[in-house]
């Protein structure tokens, strides 16, 4: 019995940002994980963003459960890359190439800020990410100190016009609220 090979479909939707393009599949590429790449320095970690900025039209790589989200360079336009990068991801997603290099993360401790720390990924689990998600990004809890929460904004939120907003007007806003103990929310920079 031959086995029946699995129809591959990808997608572009528009983000927010008018600089990033969010590629879609109809299947987990990298499930419980994410990877960005906002130079090609920084892409050894995955040969799918190494082979990506082969393209001249490629400035920047974020790589997360069903989707690829590409920032263009200048001069680049979008109806010239979307059929070239639809066609690239899904060859390269039928070959099973290797997406990411698998990366040992650990987690901090924050001592007696540890269950502020919880309440606050709780917040951004359950009503950030998965709207930033839906827009090809993704937002990162990095730190919390004396009432400050730092975050990183990766794939289509990096560099958004409307992230410093989306930041300090809904972000901010929700976790003062919900987290009292919780006085500014700021981005780190790449």
Do not use: H
């Not at 039209?57 to 069903?66: E, L």
């Not at 060859?91 to 269950?115: H, L, M, R, W």
């Not at 794939?155 to 006085?183: A, F, H, N, Y």
Request: net charge negative; charged share 25%; glycine share 6%.
């Amino acid at each position: 019995m031959t086995a029946v090979k699995e129809f591959l479909e990808v997608y572009a939707e528009q983000t927010p940002n008018p600089e990033t393009m969010k590629f879609v599949f109809n299947k987990m590429i990298l499930p419980d994980d994410s990877a960005d790449f906002p130079s090609r320095e920084k892409a050894n970690a995955s040969p799918l963003a190494k082979n990506l900025f082969e393209f001249s039209f490629v400035n920047g790589v974020f790589i997360m459960n069903n989707f690829v989200t590409i920032t263009r360079t200048e001069g680049s336009e979008w109806d010239d890359i979307v059929p070239i990068a639809k066609e690239f991801l899904k060859s390269y997603v039928e070959a099973d190439e290797p997406i990411v290099f698998k990366s040992t993360v650990t987690k901090a401790d924050y001592g007696d800020d540890n269950i502020i720390v919880a309440k606050i990924i709780d917040v951004l689990d359950t009503y950030v990410k998965p709207a930033v998600e839906t827009d090809g990004g993704q937002i990162v809890f990095k730190d919390y100190t004396n009432g400050v929460v730092t975050v990183e904004m990766r794939g289509s939120c990096s560099g958004c016009p409307s992230s410093t907003i989306t930041l300090k007007k809904g972000i901010e806003g929700m976790l003062t609220r919900m987290v009292p103990e919780v006085k500014e929310v700021i981005a780190e920079s790449l």
